[in-house]
């Protein structure tokens, strides 16, 4: 008598990752519940535009603090970048940026979480490990 080891025990593996119309709009309908634009706007603009306009406002204001000084002695054009980075004012952004871009993440991990939990899987705890995780590393 021969052992079945891999004959008709692909199937059911198979089947247990595709999801049902319900389970689908089961999963869209929580998700949504949590997502907020405001929230998104919020993490992408700190994360992704906050140190590029601010470096933008510095270049700015820098020129025209600067006035004609800037003007007699062209080799400062290349030192803008490097005086920006310098400063505390860029220290405290960047800090804001790497905040935001790890909340986003975690932000991300809650959505996943609540579709897990939307079909079935029990995952109280992943959301706050990945959070403490991410945050305290």
């Known amino acids: 008598m021969p052992v079945k080891v891999l004959a008709g025990q692909i199937e059911?593996?198979?089947?247990?990752?595709?999801?049902?119309?319900?389970?689908?709009?089961?999963?869209?309908?929580?998700?949504?519940?949590?997502?907020?634009?405001?929230d998104l706007a919020v993490l992408f603009a700190f994360g992704w535009l906050l140190v590029p306009y601010t470096r933008m406002i510095y270049s700015f204001v820098n020129t025209k603090t600067k006035g004609d000084s800037k003007k007699s002695n062209n080799k400062n054009d290349d030192n803008d970048e490097e005086n920006f980075e310098n400063t505390y004012i860029f220290f405290a952004v960047d800090l804001f940026k790497q905040i935001a871009r790890l909340a986003l993440l975690v932000y991300a991990c809650d959505c996943v979480v609540v579709a897990l939990a939307a079909i079935g899987y029990k995952t109280e705890i992943v959301s706050k490990v990945f959070a403490k995780i991410i945050y305290t590393r």
């Open 12 to 38: 059911p593996i198979i089947s247990n990752f595709i999801l049902s119309r319900d389970e689908v709009h089961s999963i869209i309908e929580q998700v949504s519940a949590i997502l907020s634009v405001i």
